[in-house]
Every structure is written in structure tokens, then in C-alpha cells.
């Protein structure tokens, strides 16, 4: 069964920085785009950074550029999002998601999705 699971979200003060982890099982995330999105309450999802199946091509949303970086690990089959400088709006459930074509922030052609973790900014 092909799964992808996202790890990491916690509660963090502004200012302060987490890693989410997004695990693959039942495939090789090697083989696809990666993809960060982030959902907010009563917003919609928004793209939030893709990086290609090799790692050497990544974008970010203008909102978290200079702040988040994407990467991947393919040999532990996981990708990562190290988020620095945290905001109180940055606070959503963020999922990763597969794509056996290339990644968009706009998510329309993405062809798996994990459930999310949720990371919480606040004081």
C-alpha cells in the first residue's frame, strides 16, 4: 500500500524553528517530486515548497521564502522541511505529497498525499 506519512509538527514560539519529516512506504520517493502544503483553518491549502526527484531543483512560496528549506534524503526514503523564524501564520497542518510529474505549488497534479502533522506558532 503506498503511504506517506508526515512527522515532526509540534507547538513553537515565534521566532523559533522546527523539522517536519515525510516518510514513504509501499514506494520509492526517489522516483517523484516532493511537495510541501500547508492548510490553515477556514483557508485554503496552499503550496508551500517542491523539490525534484533529485533533489537538485527546489521553490518556495513567497511567504516562506529565505525561511524554509526543502530537502531529501533518498537513501532513508524521506523528505524534510527545516523551518526557521517561525510566525504565528505560519500555523496550519502541513502534508507532503508525490508526484510522478512535476511538482506544483499549485498541487493540481500531485498524485499522493499524506494526512498531515500539525505545527502550532504561538506564544
Request: proline fraction near 2%; aromatic fraction near 8%.
Amino acid at each position: 500500500q503506498l503511504q506517506l506519512v508526515e512527522s515532526g509538527g509540534g507547538l513553537v514560539q515565534p521566532g523559533g524553528s522546527l523539522r517536519i519529516s515525510c516518510a514513504a512506504s509501499g514506494f520509492t520517493l526517489s522516483d517523484y517530486y516532493i511537495g510541501w502544503f500547508r492548510q490553515a483553518p477556514g483557508q485554503a491549502r496552499e503550496g508551500v515548497s517542491c523539490i525534484s526527484s533529485n533533489g537538485g531543483k527546489t521553490n518556495y512560496a513567497d511567504s516562506v521564502k529565505g525561511r524554509f528549506t526543502i530537502s531529501r534524503d533518498n537513501a532513508k526514503n524521506a523528505v524534510y522541511l527545516q523551518m526557521n523564524n517561525l510566525k504565528p501564520e505560519d500555523t496550519a497542518v502541513y502534508s507532503c505529497a508525490a508526484a510522478e510529474g512535476i511538482c506544483r505549488l499549485s498541487g493540481i497534479n500531485m498524485d499522493y498525499w499524506g494526512k498531515g502533522t500539525l505545527v502550532t506558532v504561538s506564544s
